[in-house]
């Protein structure tokens, strides 16, 4: 990251603290951490991972430390910028506002009386209005999630080669979707948009492995894997649900539903579309089979095109890493894969060169990554034609 990048930042920042979104707030803490290295792509997988900003500073310190690309320095800031806000929450010096709904001391639900002028007639102030209180996601950060899109996006993503940004994306997809309407079309590709590319930049790395792998089952694993990074409730219910019931080989649909309640408060008819909507997403993408009743799962054997993919996208930036964090996480807990299978695959990606090292003595186990997305799945393209 240049030292320009993050002096705009910070100008940003100091002329106003809305104008930047989370990532970037989270961003900007972090460059005081991180003094020489973009730590962008960092703080957008943690929002991504938590939720929201909020989710990722309730984290402890053990937790943030072991995540990709933190370590203890890192994560001690930002645990102190989570105590200093609750300290100065608690205590800031100022009167507590009285909560919504709730009178102040002395206010009896009488609207004040103005003191007229001797002669004129009390006349009694506006009426106050009390608005009533915004239902708001049981997990901040987290909202509902009805569209799955899982089949249009298997046909939209190997339509983006060639595209050079954004705005030539929407148009090459509002062209070209399997759609009727020229109105539905460009929904739908603003849907795909906001979804796989919301950075709001063609990533190269997606659209490689989009054209190379289409209506192949490493597709399929690629769009659920970024359908989780995308949507916090179905990165959640992977994670904590489905694979907590991987051991009893069955997900019913009635402990899916009051999953999705427990962790959503909204209406009910969106908490059953947000069940039945990640039911689909796991049906249609193959992660498990879905009956009438139930989600029946078990552990699949990962597939070594999209291990490259997700792994460089987990782990974007190259350096080494503890290998921990790649067996414990969305490889194993999200796709379902062996973790057996992704330590020799990481060994077998070292073989093969794209990763620069692999070391497992005694209690220690890591693994280094040597390119970033884009160039991790050029060298993967070459490597698979080579051998043909």
């Not at 979104?21 to 951490?33: F, G, K, R, V």
């Not at 994560?75 to 609750?86: D, H, I, T």
Request: hydrophobic fraction near 40%; aromatic fraction near 6%.
């Amino acid at each position: 990251m240049s030292e320009g990048h993050r002096e705009r930042l910070r100008h940003r920042f100091t002329e106003s603290a809305g104008a930047l979104s989370e990532a970037e707030l989270l961003e900007l803490l972090l460059t005081y951490a991180i003094p020489r290295k973009d730590v962008r792509p960092l703080a957008e997988t943690l929002v991504r991972r938590f939720g929201s900003l909020k989710d990722v500073l309730r984290q402890d310190a053990t937790t943030l430390a072991a995540f990709p690309g933190m370590g203890d320095t890192s994560a001690a800031l930002l645990v102190l910028a989570s105590s200093l806000g609750r300290h100065v929450g608690a205590d800031g010096g100022r009167a507590a506002a009285p909560e919504v709904g709730k009178r102040p001391a002395g206010d009896h639900g009488h609207p004040p009386r103005r003191i007229a002028p001797k002669g004129e007639p009390a006349v009694p102030a506006p009426r106050r209005i009390v608005k009533a209180p915004i239902r708001k996601s049981k997990t901040p950060g987290v909202r509902a999630y009805t569209n799955d899109l899982a089949k249009v996006a298997l046909a939209a993503l190997p339509l983006t080669g060639g595209c050079a940004d954004v705005p030539a994306l929407r148009e090459r997809l509002t062209e070209r979707l399997p759609f009727n309407s020229a109105n539905t079309r460009r929904r739908y590709a603003n849907y795909i948009l906001n979804r796989f590319f919301p950075r709001g930049a063609v990533d190269e790395d997606l659209v490689l492995f989009a054209q190379a792998f289409t209506g192949t089952r490493a597709l399929k694993d690629a769009v659920f894997y970024l359908t989780a990074a995308a949507e916090p409730i179905l990165a959640k219910i992977a994670g904590e649900v489905v694979w907590s019931a991987l051991a009893e080989g069955s997900l019913p649909k009635t402990r899916l539903y009051s999953a999705v309640e427990a962790r959503l408060h909204i209406a009910t008819s969106a908490v059953k579309d947000t069940a039945q909507a990640i039911a689909r997403t796991y049906g249609e993408l193959g992660l498990a089979e879905v009956t009438p009743k139930a989600l029946r799962l078990r552990l699949r054997e990962g597939d070594p095109d999209a291990f490259v993919f997700v792994l460089h996208r987990e782990f974007p930036e190259p350096g080494m890493y503890d290998m921990a964090a790649c067996l414990d996480g969305p490889l194993h807990r999200w796709l379902l894969w062996p973790k057996e299978w992704i330590r020799q695959g990481l060994h077998r990606l070292r073989e093969q060169g794209l990763l620069a090292k692999v070391s497992e003595i005694d209690n220690v186990r890591q693994f280094s990554t040597q390119y970033r997305p884009a160039e991790a799945m050029r060298k993967w393209l070459e490597l698979r034609e080579a051998t043909r």
